[in-house]
């Protein structure tokens, strides 16, 4: 079956890039191997989506204030940074809705198996489903695999971090029970507290419900090899274990979970960074010190760097840049395959420097700007900025 574009990656970055794309009046397929859009924020138990604003300005507009305006009444709003904490299902059912009113074709429970190069383009992509073989073709391609899968198997240059270099890998849980949740409180005490995995030295969780009694935990922490089958399957197991003994150990320690009971354990494993194209352009710590200027701007990024390293929370590299920095159009394009585009956590950057473009927003835009890039041909610049600007992207 042809397309115009074809999005593999439904997360925030593939529904960014499926919506762009069909914006830009194009015939779009988007493929998933989960059962519905959404990625991390649905399935990794990350249902939260923070606007960074900057000059008193939001700045992501564009698909992901369409998402916002859809889903804030249902949504609880962290008065302290302006987050949208989202009901997972929620999150998959508004993403659906926006993408049926799109046109877009929708493929889930559909792995990626195969890629046919020529000449330096993707010709075809092959999917397994439902126990069939499915074969499909496009003029342009994107990828917002999170691992950059579709780019890897296309043969373009990528960038996979030593272990020590990259970071932590985590199971999210929520729990009820909790009475008079303090986070300042929590923040303070927690390094005395002889924490389990002593690698996890800072408390980090925030409240899920409206009345404060549900918190949603990220304190579980792996380190390993995502890439690698058994070693994912390795760090799956070892987490959901942590999940039971961090729970039994709240009880005892922290004021307020002396009820605490687990009531949601994500169906996935996170993972914060595992690999990423050499494109174009690559984001470089430098850059983000620097502020470096962009001539060719598609989104917004953060210039802080270096947090869930596998030994602490700090990284040896981290740097706590105040303030945002755009994202480069080079940094979507990917070396040797002339027709893909590549959007969220796996564009160009240096993987010291990923937790720059790697959060849910940021996904969203870049994956938006990778969509519409494909859509028109992958352009120069000024046509793209042409399109971006008539989708509302800041």
């Known amino acids: 079956m042809k397309y115009d574009v074809i999005v ?8 960014g890039a499926a919506m762009g794309a069909a914006r830009a009046g194009k015939k779009v397929l988007l493929i998933d191997r989960n059962s519905t859009p959404g990625g991390s924020t649905v399935f990794c138990g990350t249902p939260v989506f923070t606007p960074y604003a900057a000059a008193g300005k939001e700045t992501f507009k564009g698909i992901f204030a369409e998402f916002i305006d859809l889903v804030q009444d249902r949504c609880l709003v962290n008065p302290s940074n302006g987050a949208y904490n989202i009901f997972e299902a929620d999150a998959a059912l508004f993403m659906t809705r926006m993408l049926k009113d799109a046109n877009v074709d ?7 198996t195969g890629v046919v190069c020529r000449d330096g383009k993707i010709e075809k992509i092959n999917v397994f489903c439902c126990g069939k073989h499915l074969e499909f073709s496009a003029d342009c391609f994107v990828d917002t695999t999170g691992d950059a899968v579709l780019s890897q198997m296309a043969g373009v240059p990528v960038n996979e971090p030593e272990e020590d270099k990259t970071m932590t890998k985590t199971v999210l849980f929520k729990v009820t029970g909790v009475k008079g949740f303090d986070k300042k409180k929590l923040l303070e005490i927690f390094p005395q507290l002889e924490f389990p995995y002593p690698w996890q030295d800072r408390f980090m969780g925030g409240p899920a419900g409206p009345d404060g009694e549900d918190i949603l935990l990220n304190l579980t ?8 089958p ?4 390795r760090m799956d197991i070892q987490l959901r274990e942590q999940v039971f003994t961090i729970c039994e150990w709240m009880r005892r320690k922290l004021p307020g979970f002396e009820n605490a009971r687990p009531v949601f354990v994500a169906p996935n494993i996170g993972v914060r960074f595992s690999r990423c194209i050499t494109g174009r352009e690559v984001i470089s710590c430098a850059d983000l010190d620097n502020d470096t200027p962009v001539t060719e701007p ?53 993987p010291q420097a990923a937790t720059a473009v790697r959060y849910a927003p940021c996904c969203m835009m870049t994956g938006q700007a990778a969509g519409i890039a494909a859509a028109l041909g992958i352009p120069e610049y000024e046509c793209l900025k042409k399109e971006l600007k008539k989708q509302n992207v800041f």
Do not use: E
């Not at 593999?8 to 529904?15: I, K, Q």
């Not at 058994?230 to 399957?233: G, I, K, P, Q, R």
């Open 8 to 15: 593999v990656g439904a997360g925030s970055a593939g529904f």
């Open 106 to 112: 929708m493929l889930f429970y559909a792995v990626l």
């Open 221 to 228: 922490a792996v380190s390993g090899n995502a890439l690698d």
């Open 230 to 233: 058994f070693d994912l399957t």
């Open 298 to 350: 598609v989104a917004i990024g953060k210039r802080a760097y270096g947090d869930h390293f596998t030994k602490t929370f700090n990284s040896p590299w981290r740097k706590n840049n105040i303030g945002l920095r755009a994202i480069p159009y080079g940094a979507l394009i990917p070396q040797g395959v002339s027709n893909l585009t590549v959007g969220g956590r796996c564009i160009s950057i240096d």
